[in-house]
């Protein structure tokens, strides 16, 4: 009997040992603290295709980064002739506005959108924006509903990257999941937008990926 006992208590201890360990060499949960974007001169290339009220358009565009300014502050710009420029705040990686590629305004947020750090898996949130058109001048409330889904490995010509997957919907009825890479400097991974067709500006279908990524040199 005390032989089995002795067992019995080593066997507990043992298993209890196992479970401490395990739990101890269990990952911890990812955290995006932060965007941190790629060097000014930085070229990324997606292939893209959209229809309907984003667009007709089946091909490559090409991004530069490159340093700006908006109303008197510096932004880091992200350009493409074929799609206009994004024009981010340079710590919190906010989109302050849209411009064409011409250059002229075509859009503007306040307070500019973007994500709320960090990032944590689960993590949801509503921001509230007015967004000005330049074209027609009018101004719009748009309240976005978002979610960070899950931080997973996602392919795409570019590679296989890990990547945090992000869901938002605003009022309007768009709903975009993109996937991004903030610690890599990648904004956008990967992305698909749905327009319904009771949205403002009629239906519409977005799809883009990576095919590239080309840094200066150093």
Not at 93 to 100: G, S
Request: overall charge positive.
């Amino acid at each position: 009997m005390r032989t089995t006992r002795r067992a019995n208590v080593l066997l507990m201890t043992a298993t209890a040992a196992a479970v401490v360990l395990s739990a101890g060499c269990a990952s911890t949960p990812p955290v995006a603290e932060r965007m941190v974007p790629d060097p000014m001169g930085t070229v990324t290339t997606f292939h893209r295709k959209s229809s309907g009220s984003l667009g007709i358009f089946d091909g490559k565009v090409t991004w530069t980064h490159a340093p700006a300014s908006w109303q008197g502050k510096p932004m880091i710009a992200f350009g493409a002739p074929q799609a206009g420029v994004s024009l981010h705040d340079p710590v919190t990686f906010d989109v302050v506005a849209y411009q064409r590629p011409d250059g002229s305004p075509l859009a503007a947020f306040n307070p500019p959108m973007g994500y709320r750090w960090p990032l944590e898996l689960g993590k949801t949130w509503t921001s509230t924006h007015e967004v000005t058109n330049f074209v027609t001048g009018a101004k719009r409330t748009l309240t976005i509903q978002w979610k960070v889904v899950a931080y997973e490995d996602v392919t795409v010509p570019a590679g296989t990257f890990k990547a945090w997957k992000l869901q938002w919907t605003d009022n309007l009825g768009e709903a975009e999941t993109r996937w991004a890479a903030p610690a890599d400097g990648l904004a956008t991974i990967k992305r698909h937008v749905e327009r319904p067709a009771s949205h403002p500006q009629g239906a519409g279908v977005l799809d883009a990926e990576l095919l590239s990524r080309v840094r200066p040199a150093k």
